[in-house]
């Protein structure tokens, strides 16, 4: 007889099997708000399951190393010269235009982007090596069994 993962008492009956081990149905709550997850989904942050909505509430923002705005749940974005950026800030630091052939080349500071013909510098990165990824993809989102 399989025993709960929280309350380590034995599981007779209905049950559900979540994050690799199984779980009496009240027991698998919610992180956050302590609700049952029931039958739904949830997310999984710092091996801790989450609904969506108290994922949103208590991860950190993330802000564009251009911009300073926060880079939103469904954002695309990459990561270079040690941040994160919203692809349509990803330009040029000198002359603010894109990367057309995708290579890109760190300032003086090794902060902020720059085209080979605005300054000579030592490659870096290239942007289709830096791949674009959606905020969603820090956590993992997984239905209940």
Do not use: H, L, Y
């Given at each position: 007889?399989?025993?709960?993962?929280?309350?380590?008492?034995?599981?007779q009956g209905g049950h559900v099997e979540a994050l690799g081990r199984p779980w009496h149905t009240d027991c698998f709550t919610c992180a956050v708000c302590s609700t049952p997850f029931g039958q739904g989904t949830f997310v999984v942050h710092n091996k801790k399951p989450m609904h969506q909505q108290c994922y949103d509430k208590v991860r950190e923002p993330v802000c564009c190393r251009a911009c300073c705005q926060e880079i939103l749940r469904g954002d695309i974005y990459l990561e270079a010269l040690g941040g994160m950026w919203h692809v349509s800030c990803f330009k040029c630091a000198r002359c603010g235009k894109d990367f057309v052939d995708g290579k890109y080349f760190a300032d003086d500071?090794?902060?902020h982007p720059i085209h080979d013909s605005c300054e000579q510098h030592t490659v870096v990165g290239h942007v289709a090596a830096a791949?674009?990824?959606t905020v969603e993809e820090d956590h993992a989102q997984r239905s209940v069994s």
């Open positions: 007889m399989p025993e709960c993962s929280r309350c380590n008492q034995d599981i500071t090794n902060t791949s674009a990824i």
